[in-house]
């Protein structure tokens, strides 16, 4: 009999490696899949280290089975696996494990064996439609091509590209450059949404070629499928959202993350990662190139550019000599005050719009808050629409009369009457993209004899299968005059008719508490503004509107020129005189209790562990704070900030901190419900 390490998911074990012992038979390598027992259980397991000697001790249980219809996962797959969960601080069983295929727990060897065979012959039946010719690169895209060829593949390459700059060519470039030598491209996007519209740009270009792609949106059956035909190295490329940067990929040689500083390659849950970290970190590991490609790349990125660690390429025109849209404030001191619905939209830019639909031109007006108002409020007594279980209000949505809670979900029907004092003239405060529907509907009513058309996208009006792939064709189709919506709408897609883009209330991010909002503000304004002008007709005239009280500040200066390295220099100084990232590092502890005073006491306890630590005098602990929405359902969220100057420290002292949160949690004496390290938080 041999001993060897199986990584399982143990919840129970958190903190002790993830790792467990069984005896085989034989020896099996590192990486195979084998199912074992735990309790009265039979789980999914890999087998760790293979290497382990002979073994005469009793007490350890025998594998369940060997899975040895799959290839097992090689050492470049492990070594990302055991990266990760040492940097993010989870056990190599639960990291390992979570980012397998759900449907790969469920199956038995026979079962495996059979959806091998059924994937082969879906592969053989594939059609083979004439790939499409690429079209000749522009001067900008042949120089970045051209520097992208002579760069060391270790080198990792930042593409800075405005909107509509073709990106997207480029990464169509390398991944042709990957193919002809043999190898597999892994394209990452931050949205589901985004990855069918790419699959057909990539189709059209490798017809004949594998494609699969690899999200959350798949069922469990096609997600498997995918993840096989990756793994035994059938398919060419591999399309997907961040839970694909874990795809093992035997030949991968190119790992493109498209909108690299997009907040959704941040795992919030679990094993919190960065997609995008890890990409970088992956390539080296498998001697392949990695492309991060964003019109507002991230300042982390940006400052790694800055260093030279990463080589920038630069992409600054639209193709075709398209315009990127003017930019206009309007400072809304200057507008008339107190004409109701007329304070939302300021008139210069609903006459701009009126005008626009006059011409026959479309317009999007964003606004990212959902339903009809934030709050309803009784004037006489003022009782507010709180939610009972959470500390935030329950947004009113009109349409369905309905009180809504956004965090813990909890709706009402609205009150006819004040629930305190019975007042029957109960009013809405704030707007959100269903009142701001209804007051277009009423501005632009009778801009030339008949009503404007008008689509909202949103969570809300996308909810049912289907039909936000409709109202974006009602949109690309020229049936929609005004697309309302939230920052949903101004991600990646590409809009041919829209010349004019609007944002209606972006202040608050200018003094949000969180040091990266004006970061991500700027990210959605550029991005927004990408998707106006993008046919040549509609480029001349293209405008972003955006309504400002605080027309004068430094981002809104910097939006008016397209300037992104002069707002990412600006932010890059305050970052570094404040002692903030990509200058120093941050980890985030969360404690989640039915009390608040449970929570403290868990970080009160943490902090005083972390005094004792070796390397503590290179970290600082600061004084745990609640979340900025306290109590969701019922549960109270505190949080506590660790940070460094070194990222090595910040690692060693995790690395110790954490086996003891672990060891503190389960001495008992402590009432949380939950807690959870997050290694570079992305929200403060
Ligand atoms: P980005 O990804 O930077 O937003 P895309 O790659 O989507 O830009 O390109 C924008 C548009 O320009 C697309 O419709 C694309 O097909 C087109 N395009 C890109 N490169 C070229 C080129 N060299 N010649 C002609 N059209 C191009
Ligand atoms: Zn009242
Ligand atoms: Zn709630």
């Not at 073709?166 to 996007?189: I, N």
């Not at 943490?606 to 600082?620: E, H, K, M, T």
């Amino acid at each position: 009999m041999v001993r060897l390490q199986v990584a399982v998911d143990t919840p129970q074990h958190a903190g002790l490696g993830g790792t467990l012992d069984y005896l085989s038979e034989q020896p099996l390598s590192a990486g195979t899949l084998v199912r074992v027992p735990l309790g009265r259980r039979d789980l999914l397991g890999i087998v760790w280290s293979g290497d382990a000697g002979e073994c005469a001790e009793a007490a350890l249980k025998p594998l369940a089975a060997v899975l040895a219809e799959l290839p097992p996962l090689d050492a470049a797959w492990r070594e990302l696996v055991a990266f990760a969960s040492g940097y993010y601080q989870r056990s190599i069983g639960e990291l390992a494990l979570s980012v397998l295929p759900p449907e790969l727990h469920k199956l038995d060897g026979a079962q495996i064996a059979l959806r091998l065979r059924k994937l082969h012959k879906a592969l053989d039946e594939a059609p083979e439609a004439p790939p499409e010719h690429p079209p000749a690169p522009s001067a900008e895209q042949a120089e970045v091509l051209a520097r992208l060829e002579a760069a060391p593949a270790s080198t990792p390459v930042l593409l800075h590209g405005v909107t509509g700059s073709g990106k997207t060519e480029v990464y169509l470039h390398a991944a042709a450059r990957a193919l002809e030598a043999g190898r597999q491209a892994l394209v990452l996007v931050p949205e589901i949404n985004l990855t069918p519209q790419l699959e057909a740009r990539f189709a059209a270009r490798f017809a004949g070629r594998r494609i699969v792609s690899l999200h959350s949106g798949l069922t469990p059956a096609q997600r498997l499928r995918s993840w096989l035909a990756a793994h035994l190295g059938l398919a060419d490329l591999v399309l997907g959202t961040r839970l694909a940067v874990f795809t093992p990929m035997p030949r991968l040689g190119l790992i493109v993350v498209d909108e690299e500083h997009d907040p959704s390659y941040k795992q919030q849950e679990g094993a919190r990662y960065s997609a995008r970290d890890l990409a970088v970190y992956r390539a080296r590991l498998q001697g392949a190139r990695v492309l991060l490609g964003s019109a507002t790349p991230s300042l982390e990125s940006w400052q790694r550019a800055n260093e030279g660690r990463y080589l920038r390429l630069a992409l600054p025109s639209r193709i075709g000599g398209a315009q990127l849209p003017r930019v206009r404030l309007v400072d809304m001191n200057q507008q008339p005050k107190g004409q109701g619905a007329g304070t939302a939209l300021s008139p210069p830019l609903v006459d701009a719009i009126r005008q626009r639909v006059a011409r026959g031109e479309q317009s999007l007006v964003f606004l990212n808050r959902r339903g009809y108002a934030p709050v309803l409020h009784c004037a006489d007594c003022g009782w507010k629409s709180g939610c009972p279980h959470c500390s935030a209000w329950r947004v009113f949505h009109k349409l369905d009369r309905t009180l809504r809670c956004h965090h813990c979900g909890f709706t009402e029907r609205v009150p006819r009457a004040c629930p305190d004092c019975g007042n029957l003239d109960i009013a809405p405060i704030g707007r959100g993209t269903e009142r701001l529907e209804e007051q277009l509907a009423q501005l632009l009513a009778g801009a030339d004899g008949r009503p404007p058309r008008i689509a909202r996208i949103d969570a809300d009006s996308t909810r049912l299968k289907g039909s936000l792939e409709a109202q974006l064709g009602a949109v690309h189709a020229g049936d929609v005059d005004v697309l309302v919506g939230t920052q949903m709408v101004t991600k990646g897609h590409d809009f041919r008719r829209i010349s004019l883009v609007a944002a209606v209330n972006p202040d608050s991010a200018l003094f949000s508490s969180d040091f990266r909002a004006p970061e991500r503000l700027f990210a959605l304004l550029m991005q927004a503004g990408g998707r106006a002008g993008r046919s040549a007709e509609q480029a001349q005239g293209a405008e972003m509107w955006v309504q400002t009280w605080h027309p004068q500040h430094a981002l809104y200066a910097a939006l008016r020129q397209h300037d992104f390295a002069a707002f990412a220099e600006g932010q890059l100084k305050e970052r570094e005189s404040a002692g903030l990232p990509p200058f120093a590092h941050l980890a985030m502890l969360r404690a989640d209790a039915k009390q608040v005073e449970a929570a403290q006491a868990f970080l009160d306890a943490a902090a005083a562990l972390a005094a004792g630590l070796p390397g503590a005098q290179a970290v600082s602990v600061y004084a745990p704070v609640p979340l900025a929405v306290a109590r969701v359902a019922g549960v109270e969220r505190m949080q506590m900030l660790v940070e460094s100057p070194s990222r090595p420290a910040l690692q060693r002292f995790l690395a110790a901190w954490v086996p003891a949160l672990h060891e503190l949690r389960r001495g008992g004496g402590h009432k949380v419900l939950r807690w959870a390290i997050d290694v570079d938080p992305l929200s403060i």
